[in-house]
Nanobody, 119 residues
Framework: QVQLAESGGGLVQAGGSLRLSCAAS????????MGWFRQAPGKEREFVAA????????YSTDSVKERFTISRDNAKNTVYLQMNSLKPEDTAVYYC????????????WGQGTQVTVSS
């Protein structure tokens, strides 16, 4: 079992920055791809960014490209999402998730952290 705990959310003005962290416990994250997702009120959860287990490849949705950066520190069992130039439409609950390299879907999810961007 992998337990994931997000932190770093909060209230920020448009144009500001936040850094989300996702700390894992129970098992090393080596061998897991990690993703960040978000869900805004009244909307479905959407993919934000992902990083493979070796950090050699990253992916992000078009709406956050060049603004958000996903990274990981396997030694600390932690994944990060650096969010810059935040916009009100980035307001959502942000979740991290882990997918084993042999799995077809994300196996483990955190509880989420709220990000609110004021205009």
């Amino acid at each position: 079992q992998v337990q994931l705990a997000e932190s770093g959310g909060g209230l920020v003005q448009a144009g500001g920055s936040l850094r989300l962290s996702c700390a894992a416990s129970g098992r090393t994250l080596r061998g897991y791809s990690m993703g960040w997702f978000r869900q805004a009120p009244g909307k479905e959860r959407e993919f934000v960014a992902a990083i493979d287990w070796s950090a050699s490849s990253t992916y992000s949705t078009d709406s956050v490209k060049e603004r958000f950066t996903i990274s990981r520190d396997n030694a600390k069992n932690t994944v990060y999402l650096q969010m810059n130039s935040l916009k009100p439409e980035d307001t959502a609950v942000y979740y991290c998730a882990a997918q084993h390299v042999l799995a077809r879907k994300y196996d483990y999810w955190g509880q989420g952290t709220q990000v609110t961007v004021s205009s």
